[in-house]
């Protein structure tokens, strides 16, 4: 074009200015989101702009071909999460029970291999990295979990994963509390791991936006399972996660969730769920 | 405000390329395989009836009992409330358009005014069965398990031909780990039901479930079964192996029962090997599927002697 950017002075390119803390120059976000320069710094504060969430700071970006937003990122690896996974394995969670409103659900909860244990490690909450959706429907028959039991183990060992937690949905929505399988699966768990917790999801809170976390955390302490207290805190990153969610939950990305049970109907469903993981890194 | 959540949303029609009549085949076809899809069904039914309302004739009525029902389960409950005061101007007196109006309130929770409709009708017609069914679903909804138990016995002592019936009563059984009363009501099923593979293959887990080795066997026994009569089914696959392996590895079994069981559970193992590499055909995603399923093989020390 032979101009002059008047934000940053590089020529024959077109700056978009993306946000700026002065409100009236907010561009319009839609179009936005077909400008993206393959080596734009903080997607995130990008998305969080097109959403319509207030930002802080001015960016502009230089656009050099039409692309989309997601396929930029990935391109450019330029997706920096400072924390991995921990919203996979809370988005795949609710995901699973808003796939199957009308029954129980339950699945396992996996954590990075840590090598070195820390002296306090006790005191510290269980960082999940992910999480394998099991069953729907009758939870408590035993074959079918064994089965799922030792193939899900044999992945985390190619992982480095361990199988750190359970967590489970009941069928009634005012039912939150941990039942005789959640306890079995957990004590199962507990041989290998032995701070394995239950998370409950708290089904009367299931919303779209799910401002707050709706879980339950239990851990065994003196042979009972006793629920500590949930907020913010227990998530790395409580806010990328929240929104993530919501965006999944609203464009019925559960459809596509995959379940051991959809495993075991049909053995092409891959119960690693690398589609939902994908659109949980497109978001980030 | 957000830009995404104001764009329109493209219709079904548009989204698919279909016509009204392959919807309305749809809707056919969903409730007569009884599926709970309740979205798609509201999605669907909710555009067919608003723009092709007038070419549905008769068929308009049950296609308004199938997206009002749907419709609770996507607490919808606007399009419920339009698709019942459709029915109740239609059929002013109908006991079916009665339930309905009970399942409404059920579903905002309003069990005790749900409970007084369908009393109304029962007093009407006392051999009504869909209003009983309903009076046990509020029973299981609030969590009274032993009273829901209770009432659909007597319910199928008097009824004992309801398929649906008993094997909502082997779950409620499942679900409270009475094993051998659930085991009773699949044999039931099983009965009427000789070709069933998936009734076989629940029985199977159930008696599996329960322990012991001559649960153990029958198990097996079942989930051959269940294979003999639908050899695709993975569950019952999965299922032989574990039984007969578990039976192989028992100590009170003697050196025929093992080696048979060894040979059954090896059998198991190739077909379990076989049925993954014909779904992974080799792609990436599936391949640690695949290992995953040989290590848990070996890992279970199985091998023929």
New interface residues.
Partial sequence: MGNHCSVCSATNQTCVPLYSSNTSEIPLGREALHWVDPHVQHPLQLLLFVLGIKSVGDRSVHCNETTTLSKALLEADAVHCPVRGEKKAYCKMLLHAAKYPHCAVNGLLVAEKVKEKKKDSHSAPILCVDCVPLFHGTLALAPMLEVALTLIDTWCKENRYVIAGYYQANERTKDFRPNQVAEKVAARISENFSEAAIVMVDNSRLTMSCFEPIVLIYDHHENKWKSRDVNTDCFEDWLEAQKITSALLEGRSYENLIDFDNHLDDLRNDWTNPVINKSVLDLC | ?????ERKMASVSELYDVGWEEMRDKLRKWREDNC?NS?QIVDVGEELISEHGSKLGDDIWIIYEQVMIAAL?CSRDDLALTCLQELRKQFPDSHRVKRLSGMRLEALERYDEANKHYDAILQDDPTNTAARKRKISILK?Q?KSAEAIRELNEYLEQFVGDQEAWHELS?LY??E?DYGKAAFCLEELMMTNPHNHLYCE?Y???K??QGGLENLEL?RKYFAQALRLNNRN??AL??LY??ASHIAASPKVGAKVKKDNMKYAAWAATQINR??K???RGTK??K??V???E??LE?MQITMS
């Fill in positions: 405000a957000c830009v995404v959540k709970r979205e389960d909804a969590g779950e499942i679900n780990h629940q199977a887990e159930v599996y479930t198990s993975m569950r999965f299922g574990m039984s049925a993954y014909l779904a992974g995603e599936n640690c599927s290992k995953a399923v290590e848990m890992s």
